[in-house]
């Protein structure tokens, strides 16, 4: 019995231990600029805001789609006040997120300033 819950404690540790790896290591960051223009707080256990950008680099072309998530209610905030204004946003990618309840995409935005009307 000791071994059986002793494996079972190793694999629960390993677990936890991928999980603050995933999470504290950032694989790629960099900022995207655009519109903000969908931004909810989800998830039925493990709420997280999500939202999308579109990013336009030329007035009458498509927009390129740009997946988030926050985890920062300040940098949340301040997103839901400037939402449809032209926005910078900085983000940290984080590969191979263990669960959703940390986010359903892997780019976890940091830090949001406004940049245009």
């Known amino acids: 019995m000791r071994v059986v819950l002793l494996g079972l404690l190793i694999v629960v540790l390993l677990l936890v231990g991928f999980g603050w790896l995933t999470l504290s290591w950032v694989y790629s960051d960099g900022e995207r600029a655009g519109y903000v223009q969908k931004f909810s707080r989800r998830g ?8 999308e ?18 985890r920062d209610p300040r940098v949340a905030q301040t997103i ?12 940290e990618q984080h590969k191979w997120v263990p669960s959703s309840c940390f986010g359903d995409t892997e780019y976890f ?4 300033v ?3 009307p």
């Open 44 to 51: 039925w256990l493990c709420k997280t805001w999500e939202g």
């Open 53 to 70: 950008m579109a990013m336009v680099t030329i007035p009458g072309t498509l927009s390129e789609k740009f997946l988030f998530t926050v």
């Open 80 to 91: 839901n006040t400037n939402i449809g204004r032209r926005m910078a946003l900085h983000y």
């Open 109 to 112: 935005v940091t830090r949001a």
């Open 114 to 116: 406004p940049t245009g």
